[in-house]
């Protein structure tokens, strides 16, 4: 028997350390922490035994839905939703709940800002940093030469750019907020209509001249368009809880050996 990894039982059920060992693989560990993982697996393991204990004892039987519309649940994981269903308590949304969460952040409900930008792209590796001196430079020299006659941007853009785009004069057509990366999009977010960017802007995919030809910035979206959603969210949150509240209860109730569960398992960022 492995000290360090070994078998875990539950309420008399082993759960072997080869199989938590394989369930490791699905849980992230962080940096210097390999027995991280085994331990994750190994609770969540256990949770699953208990919950399928618990559907025992209920007397339950499997009732396989579909889910995500085309796949099937497996026995197990139906008896595990329906012990879930008739033993948590979750509580309800209240209008009033949602209300205070438009009021309080009011930022994140808007219509998303659209533009519609031109550019001309010099494309050089990010680790190149003696192509990417000579694209600068010739991005500066280009902008000049555009200042001077605005005209001079689309047959730029047609012999000089890397983008496809080209063809089109360097126009990209309408995109919103995400659509590009951050470094291209914090240009696109100071630029006013008909305004050249008087630098060239550099991104991961090289250096850009860009223009801005169109934008409508995003308008505070009414709380009726979006209550629906955030009763989604909160409802969301509102059965994580509940499922957190109540498997912690069929542990605290178990006699587990082989893990000791009274403390939690510190979170990994992914």
């Not at 028997?1 to 560990?29: C, F, K, R, W």
């Not at 709940?97 to 990010?126: G, M, W």
């Not at 008909?194 to 630098?199: A, V």
Request: glycine share 6%; aromatic share 6%; proline share 6%.
């Amino acid at each position: 028997m492995n000290l360090l990894m070994p078998d875990v039982i539950v309420n008399g059920e082993t759960i072997p350390s080869s199989a938590i060992a394989a369930e490791a693989q699905n849980h992230n560990a962080p940096q210097g922490k390999p027995g991280w993982a085994w331990k994750a697996a190994a609770r969540a393991m256990v949770v699953r035994a208990l919950l399928l204990q618990e559907a025992g004892r209920l007397g339950l039987k499997p009732d396989p839905q579909m889910v995500d519309g085309d796949k099937q649940e497996t026995e197990d994981e139906s008896l595990i939703r329906a012990v879930l269903e008739q033993q948590m308590e979750i509580p309800a949304v209240s209008a009033a709940e949602c209300q205070f969460i438009y009021d309080t952040r009011k930022e994140i409900f808007r219509s998303p800002n659209l533009f519609q930008p031109a550019h001309i792209l010099f494309a050089v590796k990010p680790e190149d940093s003696g192509a990417r001196e000579v694209a600068k430079k010739n991005a500066t020299e280009f902008i000049k030469t555009i200042q001077k006659n605005r005209k001079a941007f689309a047959d730029i853009a047609k012999n000089n750019s890397d983008c496809p785009s080209k063809d089109a004069g360097g126009t990209l057509g309408q995109i919103g907020t995400g659509d590009t990366v951050p470094e291209f999009e914090a240009v696109l977010d100071i630029l006013a209509a008909g305004d050249l960017h008087p630098e060239p802007v550099e991104t991961r995919f090289g250096i850009h001249i860009i223009r801005m030809d169109e934008k409508a910035m995003g308008q505070q979206l009414p709380f009726d368009a979006v209550k629906h959603q955030i009763m989604e969210k909160l409802e969301q949150v509102a059965w994580a809880k509940a499922a957190q509240t109540y498997t912690q209860s069929l542990v605290n109730d178990a006699e587990v050996k082989g893990i000791d569960l009274s403390k939690p398992i510190e979170t990994v960022a992914v």
